[in-house]
């Protein structure tokens, strides 16, 4: 089964080795794709022929956005909250209570309808790999189903067992630690990919975060790592030194920190929704990307700090808050999700990719932070 799509006006591949600057555009393009792989790329004079036939008009086409960061796994929702932080409250991380009592009560079939309404939400505006955590739970029982159900409908699970210290373990978060150890970890890795945790005040310290994380890359599981969000702090520094794909967040950062990173193979994943939706810092991408840490954008989508599923929306805020240019935050947003999530089949249109086109209402992708909170994704095909 093969399919062509010819008179494309702009491409992004994301391979330099194909076209024009990092992005590797494309002008008057086609593309094959055979068995849900990119098979040709070239002029659209010179298209081979294909079962099936798409034209573009003109029109740009992108690789699928790559979500290297959400959490779909919970019950309820928090505007209250949101509301009272709009109208003075801090962000605290102990909101996430209120999502881990409303999970906890949930159905499997409630928390899977749930991915799977953001899942849809997140593939309509162009995502096509979403990795999705755990950590609503905080049981061995109800991280198990949460991860399973990840499993299930995401592209990537992973296993959030340190997201907050639970209730029942106020004021012993070391007795939890030792619990996510003994117990929880055996249960879940074998159905997770990675292993995260909440490095940050009120949430883990630097100790038990290192333990956490430790104790799931002895069980088999890749390492990524929520740091630097609220305030400064080591997760950062750990994250680097357990070779962790990614820290996300890093909104507090060091020199250290920085160079820490410019010398690792860890990537700097920037959410900056999620700063949006809290008030809170935005982090310094320019300093990060100056120094050469290799960046990624995520949505985060969650329904505490970022109840978006938007990654246009977060382009356009990386290209305003963060002063990424808008070739910095698309490559962010596509090869730099797939860089976090180490994954070398999505995130670009070379060939043997993973076929994920998305075609924009929009000559070029510049369009994308150019006319913010426009719908422009015409249409996704991922495979
Ligand atoms: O990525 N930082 C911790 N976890 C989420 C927030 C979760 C919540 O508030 O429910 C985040 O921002
Ligand atoms: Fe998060």
Same mark, same amino acid.
């Given at each position: 089964?093969?399919?062509?799509?010819?008179?494309?006006? =702009?491409?992004?591949?994301?391979?330099?080795?194909?076209?024009?600057?990092? @992005?590797?555009?494309?002008?008057?393009?086609?593309?094959?794709?055979?068995?849900?792989?990119?098979?040709?790329?070239?002029?659209?004079?010179? #298209?081979?022929?294909?079962? =099936?036939?798409? /034209?573009?008009?003109?029109?740009?086409?992108?690789?699928?956005?790559?979500?290297?960061?959400?959490?779909?796994?919970?019950?309820?929702? +928090?505007?209250?909250?949101?509301?009272?932080?709009?109208?003075?409250?801090?962000?605290?991380?102990?909101?996430?209570?209120?999502?881990?009592?409303?999970? $906890?009560?949930?159905?499997?079939?409630? @928390?899977?309808?749930?991915?799977?309404?953001?899942?849809? =939400? &997140?593939?309509?505006?162009?995502?096509?790999?979403?990795? #999705?955590?755990?950590? &609503?739970?905080?049981?061995?029982?109800?991280?198990? +189903?949460?991860?399973?159900?990840?499993?299930?409908?995401?592209?990537?699970?992973?296993?959030?067992?340190?997201?907050?210290?639970? !209730?029942?373990?106020?004021?012993?978060?070391?007795?939890?630690?030792?619990?996510?150890?003994?117990?929880?970890? !055996?249960?879940?890795?074998?159905?997770?990919?990675?292993?995260?945790?909440?490095? =940050?005040?009120?949430?883990?310290?630097?100790?038990?975060? $290192?333990?956490?994380?430790?104790?799931?890359?002895?069980? *088999?599981?890749? %390492?990524?790592?929520?740091?630097?969000?609220?305030?400064?702090?080591?997760? %950062?520094?750990?994250?680097?030194?357990?070779?962790?794909?990614?820290?996300?967040? #890093?909104?507090?950062?060091?020199?250290?920190?920085? /160079?820490?990173?410019?010398?690792?193979?860890?990537?700097?994943?920037?959410?900056?929704?999620?700063?949006?939706?809290?008030?809170?810092?935005? !982090?310094?991408?320019?300093?990060?990307?100056?120094?050469?840490?290799?960046?990624? @954008?995520?949505?985060?989508?969650? !329904?505490?700090?970022?109840?978006?599923?938007?990654?246009?929306? %977060?382009?356009?805020?990386? %290209?305003?808050?963060?002063?990424?240019?808008?070739?910095?935050?698309?490559?962010?947003?596509?090869?730099?999700?797939?860089?976090? @999530?180490?994954?070398?089949?999505?995130?670009?249109?070379?060939?043997?990719?993973?076929?994920?086109?998305?075609?924009?209402?929009?000559?070029?992708?510049?369009?994308?932070?150019?006319?913010? *909170?426009?719908?422009?994704?015409?249409?996704?095909?991922?495979?």
């Amino acid at each position: 089964m093969s399919l062509r799509v010819v008179n494309i006006g =702009e491409l992004v591949t994301n391979d330099p080795s194909m076209g024009d600057g990092t @992005l590797g555009l494309l002008h008057d393009a086609a593309l094959v794709v055979e068995d849900g792989r990119v098979a040709w790329v070239g002029p659209s004079s010179r #298209c081979p022929d294909a079962d =099936e036939n798409l /034209d573009a008009a003109g029109a740009a086409v992108i690789p699928g956005f790559v979500e290297s960061h959400s959490h779909l796994v919970f019950a309820g929702e +928090r505007a209250a909250e949101f509301e009272a932080r709009m109208t003075g409250q801090p962000y605290a991380a102990g909101g996430i209570r209120t999502t881990i009592a409303a999970t $906890r009560a949930a159905s499997d079939l409630a @928390l899977a309808t749930n991915v799977t309404r953001l899942l849809g =939400e &997140y593939r309509r505006a162009g995502t096509t790999t979403v990795e #999705c955590k755990s950590g &609503y739970g905080q049981t061995v029982h109800d991280e198990l +189903r949460s991860v399973s159900i990840a499993r299930c409908h995401a592209d990537d699970a992973t296993l959030l067992a340190a997201h907050v210290p639970p !209730p029942e373990y106020a004021g012993r978060a070391d007795d939890y630690v030792r619990m996510v150890v003994d117990e929880m970890i !055996p249960a879940c890795a074998p159905h997770a990919a990675w292993i995260d945790a909440f490095c =940050e005040r009120g949430a883990f310290s630097a100790e038990q975060t $290192r333990a956490v994380l430790e104790a799931g890359r002895a069980a *088999g599981l890749g %390492v990524r790592v929520h740091a630097n969000q609220l305030t400064p702090g080591d997760g %950062v520094r750990i994250g680097v030194d357990l070779d962790a794909a990614s820290v996300d967040h #890093c909104c507090h950062l060091t020199d250290a920190d920085v /160079d820490a990173l410019a010398q690792s193979t860890t990537v700097a994943t920037l959410l900056p929704a999620a700063d949006f939706s809290t008030r809170n810092a935005y !982090p310094d991408a320019r300093r990060l990307l100056d120094a050469g840490v290799t960046v990624a @954008l995520g949505a985060d989508c969650n !329904p505490g700090t970022s109840y978006t599923t938007s990654m246009p929306f %977060v382009i356009a805020l990386a %290209v305003q808050a963060l002063r990424m240019s808008p070739a910095e935050a698309l490559w962010s947003a596509t090869l730099g999700g797939a860089r976090a @999530l180490r994954r070398t089949d999505v995130g670009h249109l070379s060939h043997g990719a993973r076929a994920d086109l998305v075609l924009l209402d929009a000559p070029s992708y510049l369009h994308l932070a150019y006319r913010p *909170g426009v719908p422009l994704v015409a249409r996704v095909l991922k495979a």
